[in-house]
């Protein structure tokens, strides 16, 4: 985060416990402008910690602000500026999308009519213009899901939490969403978090991910440096006794995967230089016939951080 | 259908100061309310009571104008402050604000329940005593169309037909009781049916719930009261409870022979039992999975 960007979410060595359970410990890191990631295994603390942004849970060490509000002390003012899309299907069943969106605008603190004018514009933003009146017991998956993301615009709100946004929706929804979400927050000065197990979401709409694990922060950081800061992936093929020489590597502290083809995914701690598996390939007699660079992707930054331990 | 049919525009407007977000939800409940099947008519049948008491009321200060055709002693009708408490207490009127709550109340939390909704809710500026005020307005208005409303135009209506403050002059107080026992009958009927509506996911079971306590006690009160001759079972009913309240607010002779302090006592614990179980409910529910 540049020095010129603003914070808008920053949280000091947050602790939460449920009962014994610790669901989150030192959890630590400063957010600013355009869209994050929040990624994890299941019970990483995710959850938790999005509860604990909205002021759900009041957390048991630590503090921290959103928005520049407290989110032990000034809960209701960081509700008012956050939107919140939820992951299950939730709605208000009898309605059709305007009241829908509106009352919900309502609640937010808006004035009647303004909540009314405001829901007509970001069902038609999000593409629910021409089924604004339609009952939303009629809606289909994908409609609903774009229904959930204008609730949670209704209110112009700075900051905005996506929880599973993509859920349910077919691969063109899926692209549409995803558009949508990469359009507001590059463009509409909306800050976006996403919590998804849909790794490649991430990778498409997020310029910087944190990933939890056990409770803890294991990488956080723009995505481009998190796949240079841990590990470097080269991708060979190899003549002889392989067997011996992957061993090798692998006591290097290098993780190895093998494709369907003979294909060697070699992911490269840094700090060891790829001199080393050239020199090792020599000492076991190994021909190294085909050797290239290979960029990270996202799964592999994830597997590699969050390691066997997922 | 293509996205971004228009462009997203930042709002301008500033917020409500101070915020009452159980307006919303209370004016929203009671929309959805009548755009339920067969609601409107169970609720204009509910306000029969109202136009035969009005007829009533008619009659009595009228008398003279039907001389010819009525004899004045098969009349008995003299509206007193009683005439007024049997409006209110009417099993009929009873009986249908309680359908009127199956169709407008059941779904109040059910709904939101089944669909998921208290996390729409609770990700807004809202604290859950708005919810449950928002939610407790839209039964307690239905109560509230059918006691209070009626009970005040009935006495407006006597002192037109009468053509003097006879009635205020001697009961002053008679507006009081009638507002008093409306407000009391539209808590404790808010409070039931939130608390039925919060025990199941499912609207028609709330629904049966709400209808089916309220007869049942009735008819358990009334069977134990008929095998055991006392009438402490009669403090069973639901129904009998108001009764006893109300003549206690009309200062008049309760029906049952039991205190009437029994009774409040009673209606005062079921409305607590549906806070803490409200209370209970919405707390256990994930607000984020």
């Known amino acids: 985060m540049g020095s010129e960007d603003p914070v808008s979410i920053e949280l000091r060595d947050i602790g939460f416990r449920y009962g014994r359970v610790e669901a989150l410990r030192g959890v630590s890191f400063a957010l600013g402008r355009g869209a994050t990631g929040l990624l994890g295994p299941n019970g990483a603390g995710k959850s938790t910690l999005l509860r604990i942004l909205l002021g759900f849970l009041r957390p048991d060490t630590g503090g921290g602000r959103v928005l520049g509000y407290d989110i032990v002390r000034e809960q209701a003012q960081i509700r008012r500026r956050v939107g919140y899309m939820p992951e299950d299907d939730c709605l208000l069943p009898g309605m059709d999308a305007v009241t829908f969106t509106s009352h919900l605008g309502e609640l937010s603190g808006?004035?009647?009519?303004?909540?009314?004018?405001?829901?007509?514009?970001?069902?038609?933003?999000?593409?629910?213009?021409?089924?604004r009146y339609r009952l939303l017991d009629t809606y289909s998956g994908g409609m609903k899901q774009r229904l959930k993301l204008a609730q949670a615009l209704v209110h112009d709100p700075r900051l905005l939490f996506l929880d599973e946004p993509t859920a349910n929706l077919d691969p063109r929804g899926r692209q549409d969403i995803?558009?949508?979400?990469?359009?507001?927050?590059?463009?509409?000065?909306?800050?976006?978090?996403?919590?998804?197990?849909?790794?490649?979401?991430?990778?498409?709409?997020?310029?910087?991910?944190?990933?939890?694990?056990?409770?803890?922060?294991?990488?956080?950081?723009?995505?481009?440096?998190?796949?240079?800061?841990?590990?470097?992936?080269?991708?060979?093929?190899?003549?002889?006794?392989?067997?011996?020489?992957?061993?090798?590597?692998?006591?290097?502290?290098?993780?190895?995967?093998?494709?369907?083809?003979?294909?060697?995914?070699?992911?490269?701690?840094?700090?060891?230089?790829?001199?080393?598996?050239?020199?090792?390939?020599?000492?076991?007699n190994i021909q190294v016939r085909h050797f290239f660079r290979s960029r990270t992707s996202l799964e592999d930054l994830f597997a590699r951080t969050v390691g066997g331990e997922a | 259908m293509s996205i971004r049919e228009k462009g997203y525009h930042h709002w301008d407007g500033t917020f409500l100061e101070p915020m009452r977000p159980w307006r919303p939800i209370a004016r929203l409940g009671i929309r959805l309310a009548f755009r339920r099947k067969f609601f409107k008519f169970a609720f204009s049948l509910s306000f029969l009571p109202a136009f035969v008491f009005l007829a009533g009321i008619y009659l009595s200060e009228r008398l003279q104008d039907f001389r010819g055709i009525i004899k004045q002693d098969?009349?008995?009708?003299?509206?007193?402050?009683?005439?007024?408490?049997?409006?209110?207490t009417a099993d009929f009127l009873m009986f249908m604000t309680v359908i009127v709550?199956?169709?407008?109340?059941?779904?109040?939390?059910?709904?939101?329940?089944?669909?998921?909704?208290?996390?729409?809710?609770?990700?807004?500026?809202?604290?859950?005593?708005?919810?449950?005020?928002?939610?407790?307005?839209?039964?307690?208005?239905?109560?509230?169309?059918?006691?209070?409303?009626?009970?005040?135009i009935l006495v407006l209506f006597d002192?037109?037909?009468?053509?003097?403050?006879?009635?205020?002059?001697?009961?002053?107080?008679?507006?009081?009781?009638?507002?008093?026992?409306?407000?009391?009958?539209?808590?404790?009927?808010?409070?039931?049916?939130?608390?039925?509506?919060?025990?199941?996911?499912?609207?028609?079971?709330?629904?049966?719930l709400i209808f089916g306590v309220y007869v049942f006690s009735d008819v358990l009160s009334e069977v134990l009261r008929g095998v055991f001759r006392s009438p402490g079972f009669g403090l069973l009913s639901v129904k009998n409870n108001l009764k006893q309240v109300a003549s206690a607010l009309f200062a008049v002779k309760p029906s049952l022979d039991a205190p009437w302090v029994y009774s409040a006592l009673i209606l005062a614990a079921g409305a607590a039992l549906g806070a803490w179980v409200l209370h209970r409910k919405i707390r256990e529910v994930a607000v984020i999975r």
């Open chain 2, 101 to 152: 709550l199956v169709f407008c109340a059941a779904g109040l939390v059910a709904d939101d329940l089944k669909h998921n909704a208290l996390q729409l809710y609770f990700a807004r500026p809202l604290a859950k005593r708005d919810y449950v005020l928002g939610k407790a307005a839209v039964a307690a208005f239905f109560v509230l169309l059918l006691t209070l409303v009626p009970g005040w």
């Open chain 1, 178 to 284: 995803l558009e949508l979400i990469a359009d507001i927050a590059s463009n509409k000065n909306i800050q976006v978090v996403i919590s998804s197990h849909v790794l490649s979401d991430i990778e498409s709409s997020c310029s910087r991910v944190v990933i939890l694990n056990k409770g803890r922060v294991a990488a956080q950081g723009l995505l481009a440096d998190l796949r240079q800061e841990h590990f470097n992936l080269y991708e060979l093929r190899v003549k002889g006794r392989r067997r011996e020489y992957l061993e090798k590597l692998a006591g290097l502290g290098c993780r190895i995967e093998e494709t369907e083809d003979g294909l060697l995914r070699v992911f490269v701690p840094v700090g060891l230089e790829k001199k080393a598996i050239f020199r090792l390939a020599a000492e076991e």
């Open chain 2, 74 to 88: 098969s009349l008995p009708l003299d509206v007193q402050p009683v005439y007024f408490l049997r409006y209110l």
């Open chain 1, 110 to 131: 808006m004035p009647r009519q303004e909540a009314m004018k405001r829901a007509h514009e970001v069902l038609f933003y999000v593409g629910l213009g021409e089924s």
């Open chain 2, 159 to 208: 002192l037109v037909f009468s053509g003097s403050l006879a009635l205020l002059r001697d009961h002053p107080l008679l507006p009081l009781s009638i507002l008093l026992y409306s407000a009391l009958a539209a808590a404790f009927f808010a409070s039931y049916s939130l608390l039925l509506s919060s025990l199941s996911r499912n609207r028609r079971t709330a629904s049966l």
